[in-house]
């Protein structure tokens, strides 16, 4: 007897069998009980996700001659014909290779004849996209007065080409991707009914790898029996060129690290043990679509498909793994894959790995927000003292050995409408100098970008300090204080309010000039350039 491949043997022969299909299943099961046959019947969904399974159950169910709430019973003559495709009231075309006109006019001149032994003529179309403008149109007369005795059950993956009056003449179903879980239960209860053992990382790497599909699943599943009756996750790599977790593992440590060496040996390891470069990329890319999911998602039940030990593993990954590193990887990943159609698929693959290992050979944005990352974690955050290798400000005077005389205080304005430098006066000098430098000022820059691009622009490469009430700018670009400068200044007033989004708080504003020459012979002298200095 000739060998039968998994898919087909195990194929649903009942509605009650079909996996992962539950809200379609359950829908016929309950209009076939109550006996309300529709004339038509579109199936949509990607492949293998049990489409033509379900037109052949629902061919028998129609005919069965004591259905089982709304389940054929396989005992009966008319589910048994059709069971051994021996219906010839059962006709399955396949639209790919019988796309014409002339093939839908003989379909037809058929459909008029009453069926030979069963109650319905049952026309199964597969890939009825595929049909030309013609056949559609021959096709839809057909539909709009179909006779009694005559079903049709159009599957597709494209509904999106179909017309829309073909649609509007059908009862439509769409197939979900059947979940991970369940396709994995289905390998399980196969091994156990065929005799051969499968570990649980092995069924989960073949419930990944066939994409929502049960009958990929279950191809591949063969495969790895021609292989080997023990299948491991070792196996199910070879057999399908796939990289496996351990490899996916250490690629991503090793990106991790930087160790742009170790991460090359690998892909060289797997190049020679011919595994495709472009799945490689596709693999990894959706390793790293696993750590980002368990980063993200707070949930205990995360859309995942892996063994409980690999799930730690991403967990531990997703620690050390910033959000925006893995967008990164993600992006570079899919546009590694997308140039391999026309490349060396190694050495691209190998140029995207050594930017991931190393952002500081790329020019791109989230390439340099990395590498300020990682010099802020370097680097501890710390307040700076201004006496700490920073240049005076023209509005403060270090206290020095020579007597100061006393000065006289300066008062802070009231009115908010007098000229800015009035306006925003520093405060009188001290004897302590408690500015520190700003750290949320790259914040307020990022603001002002958005609402004030042009004092943005100017304030490039600028630093502030806080002291009391007053928001100190050091800004090198000598037109700063012309901006600000007028009654009203708009600029003036931008910067206060994108300081206030970012602090919480009104600030003044006051100017930051390096000092040039102190006058410590003379206080009353120093004390009236700075007053000429305010306008004052």
Known sequence: MAYKALYRKYRPTTFSEVYGQDHIVETLKGELHEGKISHAYLFTGTRGTGKTSCAKILAKAVNCAAPVNGDPCLSCE?????????ATDIVELDAASNNGIEDVRILREQIAFSPTRLKYRVYIIDEVHMLSIQAFNALLKTLEEPPEHAIFILATTEVHKLPATILSR?????????????????????AKAEGFTITPEASALIAAAADGGMRDALSILDLCLSASKNITEEVVAEVCGMSGYEYL?????????????RALSLIDELYTGSVDMMRLAVDLSSHFRDIMVVKTVKDDKKPVVCSAAQLEIYKEKASRFDIKDIMRAQEMLSVCISSMQLANRRSLLEVTIIKLCKPELCDDIASLEKRVRALELGAPKKAVSIAEDKPAFAEKQVKTETPKAEEPK??????????????ENAPPPTEEISETCLEEWGEILKVLSKTAPLIHGVLNGSKAYIDGQFLLIDAPN??????????KSVYRDAIRKAAEQVLGKNYKLGPYKRQTEVQENDPLRAFAEKLKQFEI
């Not at 300066?410 to 306006?423: G, K, L, V």
């Open 78 to 86: 008319a589910c048994a014909l059709i069971s051994e495709d021996e």
């Open 170 to 190: 059908c009862q439509r179903f769409d197939f979900r991707r059947i979940e991970p879980e369940k396709i994995s239960q289905r390998i399980d209860y196969i």
């Open 249 to 261: 593992n250490k690629l991503s440590d090793a990106i991790i690290s930087g160790d742009s060496s």
């Open 410 to 423: 300066i008062a802070e304005p009231e009115d908010e409408e007098i000229p800015p430098i009035e306006e």
């Open 478 to 487: 000598t037109g700063f204080k012309n901006l600000i400068n007028g009654e």
